[in-house]
């Protein structure tokens, strides 16, 4: 079954950290382009971080430095290491590859003030 599981999700207090976690299945992950993107209430989902095959990341300026994407090909899972977080952060986090147009359940991550 293909399908992406995303975990790690949870309340934290600003300045605080998480690790989000998505384990893949039913394809070859290895050679998949992954991505983690959010949405938050009221705004469109946006893309926080994507990772090639090669291990090539990018980031948008609203999460660079504070936000990096890895992954694990051997385990088959891709990682969000989450850290200064602030309230803005607050938002639904979902795992996608986008050669498959798959997306996961999502994560609930909200950041208190």
């Known amino acids: 079954q293909v399908q992406l599981v995303e975990s790690g999700g949870g309340l934290v207090q600003a300045g605080g950290s998480l690790r989000l976690s998505c384990a893949a299945s039913g394809f070859i992950f290895s050679r998949n382009f992954m991505a983690w993107y959010r949405q938050a209430p009221g705004k469109q989902r946006e893309l926080v971080a994507s990772?090639?095959?090669?291990?090539?990341?990018n980031y948008p300026d609203s999460v660079k430095g504070r936000f990096t994407i890895s992954r694990d090909n051997a385990k088959n899972t891709v990682y969000l290491q989450m850290n200064s977080l602030n309230p803005e952060d607050t938002a639904v986090y979902y795992c996608y590859v986008p050669g498959r147009t798959l997306w996961g359940q999502g994560t609930q991550v909200t950041v208190s003030s």
């Open positions: 990772i090639t095959g090669a291990g090539n990341t």
